[in-house]
């Protein structure tokens, strides 16, 4: 129970990474606000945990508007009390060929993406910073450290994560707050579903034949797991990572070695 007494608001929270890693908070001790749109998944996920034993609070939140980010702010000291972890988890994924990006498609990604991940931070750094700890993990991928033909908007917007990463690190180590991302690989969620089904189609496969390809690459032989994930996002959330700020950690079965 290593963070037993303590406060964390995970964004998108009602599946996928962003459940799993609540739930995995929760068994170490934490209380949890489910900061999410999907109300059926957020109350879904504030339930188990808890039939864990922890507190939970579910917060319909739209991590692109600040006025919603003020009030999952605002909920979590009012009714827990305090502020600890911000897992920046909430995300989107949409591809499509360079020529293709229209406006839109780049506006809708940067926001959710990156623009949110700032903006939540924002949002909770002041109670950190008076607190003089906490720790923000935020959610970027191998993609912000790759190239790509057919989803540039998605990894121009995961690169943007890794930077804001390093420097909000930079900027608040001296008030005692730890900033990290991870880089997860390919992982079996309903994000991947669309994934599959996008690139597979810009490809000329079928979804199952583009999630045969991409697990055929990994060194570990293996899809991801939402839980693979979520084990290195507690790590980091934990006083065993109490010397590591700044840092962007693949998980990705050895796709990116660098």
Known sequence: MELAG???????AGRGI???????????????VVAELDQAGAKRTAAEVTALGRRALAVPTDVTSRADLRGMVDRARAELGRIDILVNNAGIY?????????????D????????????????????????KSGSIVNLASMAGKIGSRTNLPYNASKAAVISMTKSLALAHAAEGVRVNC??????????WAA??????????LTAEEFTRQRAA??????????????????????????????????????????
């Open 6 to 12: 303590q406060v964390a608001i995970v964004t998108g």
């Open 18 to 32: 962003g459940r799993a890693t609540a739930l995995e908070l929760a068994r170490m001790g934490a209380d949890i």
């Open 94 to 106: 949409r591809a499509a060929a360079t020529l293709d990006v229209t406006e839109e498609h780049w």
């Open 108 to 131: 809708a990604v940067l926001d959710i993406n990156a623009k949110g991940v700032f903006f939540a931070s924002q949002a909770v750094l002041p109670t950190m910073i008076a607190q």
């Open 182 to 191: 991870v880089c997860p690989g390919f992982v079996e969620t309903d994000m």
């Open 195 to 204: 994934v599959a089904r996008e690139q597979g189609a810009l490809l000329g």
């Open 217 to 258: 690459q990994v060194p570990l032989g293996r899809m991801e797991r939402p839980e693979d994930v979520a084990h290195v996002i507690a790590f980091l959330a934990s006083p065993r990572a109490a010397y590591m700020t700044g840092q962007a950690l693949s998980v990705d079965g050895g796709l990116v070695m660098h």
